[in-house]
């Protein structure tokens, strides 16, 4: 039996590679004689770098930049010739405020705008940016200023990083930037798809989960406003109902009103590079999985993709995860989805997912009919 074993990562517990490599020792426990092939994946959130870099070669570079409230960090992005991979979340992401307060008004992606600087001065004419794990809700606007456009407020000043200056934005010069972007593609990689503004939008869904009170909701949707008023003065492009520009606390649409981004669907983007299909088509079943598996799994994340591939090939699936959501066995089995493995809460997460698909996995086969 050949088993095709491409989780993404666990989010806070096991990255890709990690949680690829327990499965994988599992599979082996329970099936000494499976031939198994890891290939993590991930959709432009966490993971992204370690996923791409297989396929991309080249090397991983550390960059000292400014953290999203200040400070500096150190984010690792990836050189592979003239292409640079850059996951925001290194510089910016929700993951460097573990322990401290949540700031939503004043997190910034200034540190993403410096990589991606670092990236166009080592000689890379290909930026991909990474859009997924955001600490921040500026709109990308942070980025933009860090690469060197002017974003300034009634008196002709720089406004302060984070949404809270958004709402006294009044001007945008192209300043270094628009120089420093020529001959520079970029490509921004989302999991979502929703627009920067309305009901969907950055502000009103992702805002709450960086630690905005309703008040602040409020706020920051009438600050994304202006600032996408402001974007239409400056280049005539209206960010507000851009698919995919909320991705990242709106960075996903600050790509695309400054440096001319397409934003591709990341998940897609990240299996074709790797092959994903063409590896699937050689496997007799596919085990797949997240930290937390839900119907959210199926808009844009990269197992929602995985399982799509496989039901188009007509490849079974098992999931492994921390937990499921989606228990009912006919809810399952219409999303193309064999079996569950869950591990729990556990302070040993590779542990666990290795015990768990060792003794979850042949029950889950005794149910499968395989054409071998």
Same mark, same amino acid.
């Given at each position: 039996?050949? *088993? $095709?074993?491409?989780?993404?990562?666990?989010?806070?517990?096991?990255?890709?590679?990690?949680?690829?490599?327990?499965?994988?020792?599992?599979?082996?426990?329970?099936?000494?004689?499976?031939?198994?092939?890891?290939?993590?994946?991930?959709?432009?959130?966490?993971?992204?770098?370690?996923?791409?870099?297989?396929?991309?070669?080249?090397?991983?570079?550390?960059?000292?930049?400014?953290?999203?409230?200040?400070?500096?960090?150190?984010? %690792?992005?990836?050189?592979?010739?003239?292409?640079?991979? *850059?996951?925001?979340?290194?510089?910016?992401?929700?993951?460097?405020?573990?322990?401290?307060?949540?700031? !939503?008004?004043?997190?910034?992606?200034?540190?993403?705008?410096?990589?991606?600087?670092?990236?166009?001065? %080592? @000689?890379?004419?290909?930026?991909?940016?990474?859009?997924?794990?955001?600490?921040?809700?500026?709109?990308?606007?942070?980025?933009?200023?860090?690469?060197?456009?002017?974003?300034?407020?009634?008196? @002709?000043?720089?406004?302060?990083?984070?949404?809270? @200056?958004?709402?006294?934005?009044?001007? /945008?010069? !192209? @300043?270094?930037?628009?120089?420093?972007?020529?001959?520079?593609?970029?490509?921004?990689?989302?999991?979502?798809?929703?627009?920067?503004?309305?009901?969907?939008?950055?502000?009103?869904?992702?805002?709450?989960?960086?630690?905005?009170? &309703?008040?602040?909701?409020?706020?920051?949707?009438?600050?994304?406003?202006?600032?996408?008023?402001?974007?239409?003065?400056?280049?005539? %492009?209206?960010?507000?109902? $851009?698919?995919?520009?909320?991705?990242?606390?709106?960075?996903?649409?600050?790509?695309?009103?400054?440096?001319?981004?397409?934003?591709?669907?990341?998940?897609?983007?990240?299996?074709?590079?790797?092959?994903?299909?063409?590896?699937?088509?050689?496997?007799?079943?596919?085990?797949?999985?997240?930290?937390?598996?839900?119907?959210?799994?199926?808009?844009?994340?990269? &197992?929602?993709?995985?399982?799509?591939?496989?039901? %188009?090939?007509?490849?079974?699936?098992?999931?492994?995860?921390?937990?499921?959501?989606?228990?009912?066995?006919?809810?399952?089995?219409?999303?193309?989805?064999?079996?569950?493995?869950?591990?729990?809460?556990? &302070?040993?997460?590779?542990?666990?997912?290795?015990?768990?698909?060792?003794?979850?996995?042949?029950? /889950?086969?005794?149910?499968?009919?395989?054409?071998?």
């Amino acid at each position: 039996m050949r *088993i $095709l074993i491409a989780p993404n990562a666990f989010k806070g517990t096991l990255t890709a590679a990690r949680a690829a490599r327990a499965a994988a020792r599992g599979v082996k426990t329970a099936l000494p004689k499976a031939r198994v092939t890891a290939l993590p994946i991930a959709d432009g959130g966490d993971g992204l770098l370690d996923a791409l870099r297989p396929a991309l070669g080249g090397t991983v570079i550390r960059s000292r930049v400014e953290g999203p409230c200040g400070g500096l960090v150190t984010a %690792r992005w990836l050189l592979a010739g003239r292409t640079a991979v *850059i996951e925001m979340a290194e510089a910016s992401g929700l993951k460097l405020l573990r322990g401290a307060r949540l700031r !939503p008004l004043d997190a910034s992606t200034r540190g993403v705008g410096q990589l991606m600087a670092a990236a166009a001065a %080592r @000689g890379a004419r290909e930026i991909i940016v990474g859009l997924g794990g955001s600490a921040s809700n500026d709109g990308g606007a942070g980025c933009a200023a860090a690469f060197g456009f002017l974003l300034n407020d009634g008196r @002709g000043a720089a406004i302060v990083p984070g949404a809270r @200056g958004l709402a006294g934005l009044r001007e /945008i010069l !192209p @300043g270094a930037g628009l120089a420093r972007l020529r001959g520079l593609k970029v490509e921004g990689l989302a999991d979502v798809k929703n627009a920067l503004l309305g009901r969907l939008g950055s502000a009103q869904v992702f805002g709450p989960q960086k630690g905005a009170s &309703p008040k602040e909701v409020r706020f920051l949707e009438a600050a994304l406003g202006n600032y996408a008023a402001a974007v239409v003065k400056f280049s005539g %492009r209206d960010i507000s109902r $851009l698919e995919g520009g909320a991705a990242a606390g709106g960075l996903g649409a600050g790509l695309a009103a400054f440096f001319g981004a397409e934003l591709a669907d990341g998940s897609a983007f990240v299996l074709e590079r790797l092959g994903f299909e063409r590896e699937l088509a050689r496997a007799d079943l596919l085990i797949t999985g997240e930290g937390c598996f839900d119907r959210q799994s199926f808009y844009g994340k990269a &197992p929602g993709a995985a399982i799509a591939a496989a039901v %188009r090939l007509g490849k079974p699936v098992v999931i492994v995860c921390g937990r499921s959501l989606i228990r009912g066995r006919r809810e399952l089995a219409r999303l193309g989805v064999a079996g569950i493995i869950e591990t729990g809460e556990t &302070p040993h997460p590779a542990a666990a997912v290795r015990l768990a698909v060792a003794r979850g996995l042949p029950r /889950i086969l005794s149910s499968i009919e395989f054409s071998l």
